[in-house]
Every structure is written in C-alpha cells, then in structure tokens.
C-alpha cells in the first residue's frame, strides 16, 4: 500500500487531523475527475488512497476525521448540481410563501450544511464525537453584525450535533463564540490570519468554557479550532506594498518564514497554556523554493505537530501530482526554529508586526487587517452569487 502525501503527514502525530475542505456532496465527482486524469500505471494507486481518504459508502472508516466549508465551496456544490438545486429552491420558496430571496437562500444553506453534516455522521458517532464535525459559517457579509451572526449560528447548530458554526475573526465574531461557547456550541474561528486574533480567540473561548460549566451546560459534543489562513496573510495582507514602500525586497521564501513564523508563535502559545482550541491551517500552496525545489512548506514545515489541516480539492490533487519530488516529512520539523533574518527583516513591516505581536492589533482593529478585508470580500462575492441564484430561479 502506498500512503497519501496528507496519510504521511498525519503519521507524524497520533493526533494530526486532516480534514476535506469543501461540501463531502463533491467527492464523488471530483475522485472521478481526479482518477480519470491519473497518470500511466497510478490510477489504481490513487483509487486506493482517495476510497481511505472519503468512501460515501463506508463514511465512519474515513480517514478525514473532519470537514470545513465556506460561501465558495457551497457555491460550487450548487454548481455541480443546478438542477438538483433549483428544484430544492422551488421547494423551498413554495413551502414558505413568506420567505424572500435571502430567507429562501438561507434555508438552502442551512440544508446544504444538514446533508453534509449527516454525510460524515457515522465518524461522529464512532469516534465518541471527537471527530466527523462539518463546519458552516455564517453570513460572510455580517462579520460586524452580532446579532446576525448570533441567530444564523444558534440556526447552523440546529443542523446536526456534529456541526462546528465558523465565525469571522472579527471583535463580534469573538463576542459571539464566547456566547457559542457558553451555550456548548462547536466553533470554528475562520479569517483569522494574526497572533492578537488567536489570543482574543483562546481568550472567547475560556470565557464560554466556564460559563457553560457553571451553568451545568453538557459539553460531551463540544469542540474547538482556530483557523490560520496560511498563504492568504502572505499574499493577501500588506506586507509586499509596504516592503516596496520601504525599498525592501521580499522573496517568496520570505513570505513563508513570516506565515511560519506567526503560526508557530500562536501554535506555541497555545501549547503554553494548555488550551483546548486547536490549530486549523488551510490556504496551503504547492510551489518551487528558491532552489528549485518542489514544496508544500504549509505542511512541511509543521510536520509533528497535533494541528488539523484542512485540505480542498485542489491542493489534495496537487501533492497527488508531486508526491515523488516531495522531500519526506521530518517529524520535529514543529519544533524547528523560523529564520530569524527573514524575521528581522519583515519586523520593518508594520503589518508583519501586527500579525506576530502578541499586541500587535486592538480586537476592533481585525476587520482592518488586509487578509481579512481582501478575504471576507472574496467570501461576501461568493455569497452573494449563491443568493443571485435563489433569486434567478424564483425569479423564473
């Protein structure tokens, strides 16, 4: 049996998780798609790996041990099946004549959420509920809005015991995962790029913590995980326009000791206080080093580590690709220092200090941060094109 890239890294830890990044509802599709553009000779090797990875059939025997969604993948489950979903909308809009565009799209969400969560129910129960939880998020446009984002989590966790609600990384995002928390509530802390997030995040969720237990509240079923948006804080925050500013060149190596350098401080820090959040990385890449070298250093680079890695498509297929010119995994790799040149020099950036200091950013400052903006658009567009679809078919 030859393992997969991601059953490697897992091996590393006992207690590493990957997840699938994307509605369980497009595996099927995308393992044929994947399988069918297999090279020579690997195609029965690759069926191998992708049935231990996920089979519908044999849900509680997967070797993800979880699954994320955001408004883009939803959107791309909606694409792969337009008819399906028309008719579901049709349904839906007949069955509630009260209902308007957004409240029909929000009950399509919400059974998007149900279908998948009780896809990979089985995992739940087996594991006594420690894995097989879907994560659905919140309206990406309300990430200042508490209260919506209130009503819309208390509305995902109705989906199913093993559902995660995904809150932004915003101060009210923050405020309500601790009211979440408190209630016994999974999360999943998302759009989050910054080690003053990460705090604010531990902090929410200790607070929820001994609310819920003094209020006797059952936390049997309870989980949490913190989501480090790895490549987007390097490539969509501000780092490249402030070191051009400054005359400063930064190399794509760089950027990845910086990303590395900031979750391994927040990977750490939580390590220190015990807390029982975990680290949740996603937004890897698979790339040359300046070398020339074929690496995916958003996994390499914490190999040992007990994090969760949540994996689309995509990426999955992408280390499938190369998995021969990938250098193996070195399982103290976590324990690896960042490159402290590379560290000093992105210190001159002040976004890079806001996303490394413990105090580099006040909580009403994160929705400023240029990873969550750029970030928290992309996932507002990709919403607002799943609602344009509930309207063109009620619509007619």
């Given at each position: 049996m030859t393992k997969h890239v991601l059953e490697k890294l897992a091996d590393t830890n006992p207690d590493a998780e990957i997840w699938w990044d994307s509605s369980p509802l497009v595996y099927p599709s995308w393992k044929e798609e994947t399988l069918a553009a297999?090279?020579?000779?690997?195609?029965?090797?690759?069926?191998?790996?992708?049935?231990?990875?996920?089979?519908?059939?044999?849900?509680?025997?997967?070797?993800?041990?979880?699954?994320?969604?955001?408004?883009?993948?939803?959107?791309?489950?909606?694409?792969?099946?337009?008819?399906?979903?028309t008719k579901l909308v049709k349904d839906i809009a007949a069955d509630n004549p009260s209902l308007d565009v957004e409240g029909v799209y929000w009950k399509m969400y919400l059974h998007l959420v149900k279908l998948g969560a009780d896809a990979i129910h089985p995992l739940f129960e087996k594991s006594g509920y420690k894995y097989g939880m879907l994560s659905g998020q919140v309206d990406p446009r309300f990430v200042s809005d508490g209260d919506a984002m209130l009503e819309q989590g208390l509305s995902i966790a109705e989906m199913g015991d093993n559902v995660m609600v995904k809150l932004p990384g915003s101060k009210e995002g923050y405020e309500v995962l601790e009211e979440l928390t408190a209630r016994g509530i999974a999360t999943n802390n998302t759009t989050s790029f910054t080690v003053p997030q990460y705090v604010r995040c531990r902090a929410a969720v200790s607070a929820g913590l001994l609310r819920a237990k003094a209020a006797g509240v059952d936390l049997s079923k309870w989980r949490s995980v913190i989501t480090h948006m790895s490549s987007r804080l390097g490539e969509k925050s501000d780092w490249k326009k402030e070191a051009e500013q400054r005359g400063i060149e930064l190399s794509l190596d760089e950027i990845r000791d910086g990303e590395e350098a900031v979750l391994k401080r927040a990977y750490w820090h939580g390590k220190d206080i015990d807390h029982p959040s975990k680290m949740l990385q996603c937004s890897m890449r698979v790339e040359k080093?300046?070398?020339?070298?074929?690496?995916?250093?958003?996994?390499?680079?914490?190999?040992?580590?007990?994090?969760?890695?949540?994996?689309?498509?995509?990426?999955?297929?992408?280390?499938?690709e190369v998995e021969n010119e990938l250098a193996p995994f070195d399982p103290k790799a976590i324990e690896r220092e960042p490159n402290k040149a590379s560290i000093e020099k992105l210190m001159k950036l002040p976004a890079f200090r806001q996303a490394y200091e413990y105090e580099g950013m006040k909580p009403h400052e994160f929705a400023q941060f240029g990873s969550f903006q750029a970030t928290a658009t992309e996932f507002a567009a990709a919403t607002r094109q799943t609602v344009d679809f509930v309207r063109m078919v009620m619509e007619g």
């Open positions: 297999a090279p020579d000779g690997k195609a029965d090797e690759w069926d191998d790996q992708l049935t231990r990875l996920y089979n519908p059939d044999a849900p509680a025997e997967m070797g993800f041990r979880g699954v994320t969604t955001n408004p883009p993948l939803s959107l791309q489950a909606v694409q792969l099946d337009p008819e399906g979903w080093d300046k070398d020339g070298n074929t690496v995916s250093r958003h996994i390499s680079d914490y190999a040992g580590s007990d994090m969760v890695y949540t994996c689309p498509p995509g990426y999955i297929k992408q280390l499938m």
